[in-house]
């Protein structure tokens, strides 16, 4: 199987990958915009080498400037525990587990050459469409939870390219230890299931195989994916955005929220996003308490994905929440954070001693026609992971969580409570009893998927309303 890895991902199809003498690589600004050379020039000849030297510089230059998609490895430490989605691996022993673990999660990228987008001409969302792509993979992983086994790997996962393991010295030898994160108790474990029967086992292999195709072609580039990018930008147009604009992840946050509220393929999931940094418990359970809205439903609860919008610092990260943030990505209830670099959204899945890592959408690929039964799933998963610095991420960033029954609701408050204490006077966020009218945000409810439903902004309801995305929320 051919892997795709993300430092050749916008080569796919093309076979070999160009060199710098035939063509300009495709540079990513920390916007993630593309500058394309021309590399259908006047000269039919070979250039001489003035032009080479020329393009040569301009080459290096790019590459400074925008940081290409080029070939580097990832050292991750072979004596350090990895933290992905939850679970822990220390890759002395356990290389093949990562693996399939990271190689299983969905990769939503930039694509090309899709369907026009309604109401503009663009065929493409690179430069723009990086926060949308990476909240369609925290959604991507809370519905492969929701549908799927907990243990469950895509069997076809590509071996990891670009990484070494090595034996690293930690920088901080005084680290503060880490708080006991209480677990699950209910639908949530560690362990792999028993060993089932040839029969069965290979009946539930196709099973989960066919959920998995179904997940993804849920999020293809074409107007009727309930969760493709078509379908979040034209719920995009009722907070005032259009195709090609930069989105917050708050405001990704609510286009989501009101993708799974008017979608047809998951009745038995809901979202909720939360308020000025606070889930209202009360809000959640009415949400998923099937008997509240309809006392003939044959299910009592909903499952539910919680999203929490919160800015952890002013213009730059805030080095005290650096252990709550590991704290919350320990969690098994944990499905990522969609944050990044200034402008540069990533999809944060874990993390290793002080770095995250984290899935990158910035790569573009050609579209894939998911409506063929048939359709190619290498694009949408990654070989290569990569870290970052805690201390580069950006502070604003949407945490998201899942809960398949109430029992786990309550586990969740619970095991997130006792993550996000530390030493700061303000938490990241917060739970608190009741309901968001009970103090005063009559028109915003969680559960509320009209037009009107919008962020709040600092200050309150009655702040300014000319604001950037930076000023979405509360700063602590």
Known sequence: ????????????????????????????????HALLA????????????????????????????????????????????????????????EVERFRLAFGSRVWLTYRKEFPQLEGSSLTSDC???????????????????????????WPECPQLT???????????????????????????????????????????????????????????????????VHRLVELGKE???RAGDWYGPSLVAHILRKAVARSSEVQNLTLYVAQDCTVYKEDVIRLCDQRVLDSSSRSDWKSVIILVPVRLGGETLNPSYIECVKNILRLDCC????????????????????????????YCQPVVDVTQGSFSLESFHCNSPRKMNFNRMDPSCTIGFYARSKKDF????????????????????????????????????????????????????????KRGSADEFVFL
């Open 335 to 362: 499905i990522g954070i969609i944050g990044g670099k200034p402008k540069h959204s990533l999809f944060f899945i874990g993390f290793q001693d002080e770095q995250l890592l984290y899935l990158d959408p910035h």
């Open 127 to 153: 430069g723009w469409g990086c926060m949308l792509r990476s909240g369609q993979m925290l959604l991507a992983q809370g519905l492969v939870v929701h549908f799927l086994p907990l243990d469950w790997r």
């Open 38 to 93: 021309d590399s259908n020039k006047e000269s039919s000849g070979e250039p001489d080498e003035v032009d080479r030297l020329k393009l040569k510089l301009m080459s290096a230059w790019n590459n400074v400037k925008y940081g290409w998609s080029v070939k580097t490895k990832t050292v991750f430490n072979k004596t350090s525990p990895l933290i992905l989605m939850g679970q822990s691996y220390l890759l002395s022993n």
């Open 162 to 228: 670009d990484v070494d393991f090595e034996v690293l010295r930690p920088r901080s030898p005084s680290r503060t230890a880490a708080i006991s994160i209480p677990s699950f108790s209910s639908s949530w474990g560690t362990g792999m299931t028993q060993k089932q029967p040839s029969s069965i086992a290979s009946e539930g292999l196709k099973r989960a195989e066919g959920l998995h195709r179904r997940v993804v072609s849920w999020f293809g580039d074409q107007p009727s994916a309930p969760f493709g």
């Open 239 to 241: 907070s005032g955005k």
């Open 410 to 465: 309550e586990s969740l408050c619970s095991a997130v409570s006792v993550a996000l204490s530390s030493k700061e006077r303000y938490p990241i966020f917060t739970f608190v009893e009741g309901r968001g009218q009970d103090y005063g945000l009559d028109s915003y409810s969680g559960g509320s998927t009209d037009a009107s439903t919008h962020i709040i902004p600092t200050g309150g309801l009655n702040g300014n309303k």
């Open 1 to 32: 199987m051919n892997s795709v890895s993300p430092s050749a991902a916008q080569y796919v199809g093309s076979g070999t990958l160009p060199s710098t003498s035939e063509q300009v690589l495709e540079p990513r600004s920390h916007f993630g």
